[in-house]
């Protein structure tokens, strides 16, 4: 069964009229918006800031007007900044600055600085600025041999900077940090003189300590041939010692005792002739004792 089609020309033309203006009210009047995450609306009235709103539905009466504002974080790239050393040295530096802007400084940055968040021109300018006033407090050799402290000093000084226009910084990444390619290029040939000095130095306490090391060993062994040397004169002077001595002894003793001595020896020629047969020797040499002859027997 088809449906019955509606007539509009039968409508009132004065309903017609007021749904359209109904439906134009709606649209333009539509108090319903909507704060994205990592944002913050500025609500407005006639061009004056009458709040600021967290992320979220926002009721808003068709009087006043919301706009979103970026609070996550932001990069901006800063290439070839220049600057010039202390001794007049030109130097350049390429970074890049993330930062993001302090939620309770929204308000203020929105009606100072910027609409959406986006302090890029700042940060270029800060960072020209910036880096100019750290390089002019050093040489370029200490620039070169500071790197370190010269970023730590840029980043320190950058974020006082972007303080001022609300934000905070997050991250610095610092590189291309060069001199003229002159200067780099003499800079260069120093640091490799430099190093083929040392080097120099270097082999020459090698040397130095290799013969030093020598001359250790050398005294060592000969202190110690010296040692062995006295050790086998003092042992040999010490058996000298007791032989001379134990000599002493013996002959101190045998001194003492001649008597005695002769006792044994006539006791001793006695046993043999006890022990004689009455035979002579049929032959006597130069020298033998002559035997014994006990006279009283022969009687």
């Known amino acids: 069964m088809a449906l019955p089609q509606l007539n509009v020309s039968i409508l009132p033309k004065k309903a017609i009229v007021w749904g359209v203006l109904g439906l134009l009210a709606l649209v333009f009047l539509w108090p319903f918006y909507t ?8 609500v407005t009235q006639f061009g004056a800031i009458k709040g600021i709103e967290p992320e979220g539905l926002v009721v808003l009466p068709p009087w006043q007007k919301l706009s979103t504002f970026n609070v996550r974080s932001e990069e901006a790239t800063v290439e070839n900044a220049e600057g010039a050393t202390s001794d007049q040295q030109p130097v350049r530096v390429s970074m890049t600055v993330r930062y993001s802007i302090t939620p309770d400084k929204v308000a203020e940055v929105f009606e100072k600085y910027s609409r959406n968040g986006d302090l890029g021109s700042y940060v270029q300018t800060g960072v020209q600025e910036i880096f100019k006033a750290v390089t002019a407090r050093y040489t370029a050799p200490d620039l070169i041999a500071s790197r370190s402290k010269v970023s730590n000093d840029i980043s320190v000084a950058l974020k006082q900077k972007l303080e001022i226009y609300g934000a905070q910084v997050i991250n610095i990444d610092i590189r291309n940090f060069s001199f003229a390619p002159e200067y780099m290029a003499a800079i260069n040939s120093k640091v490799t003189q430099e190093q083929l000095r040392l080097a120099a130095e270097n082999k020459v306490k090698t040397v130095e300590a290799e013969q030093k ?3 250790a060993i050398a005294e060592a062994e000969a202190i110690a041939l010296k040692a062995k040397a006295d050790g086998e004169a003092y042992a040999a002077l010490k058996l000298a010692t007791a032989q001379a001595d134990a000599l002493k002894v013996q002959n101190a003793a045998l001194a003492q005792n001649k008597d005695v001595l002769e006792l044994r020896r006539i006791e001793v020629e006695k046993a043999k002739a006890e022990k004689w047969d009455g035979k002579l020797p049929q032959n006597m040499y130069a020298g ?12």
Do not use: C, E
């Open 35 to 42: 704060v994205p995450t990592g944002y913050r609306g500025v």
């Open 213 to 215: 090391q020598k001359v």
């Open 288 to 299: 033998a004792p002559m035997p014994f002859l006990n006279l009283d027997k022969a009687k």
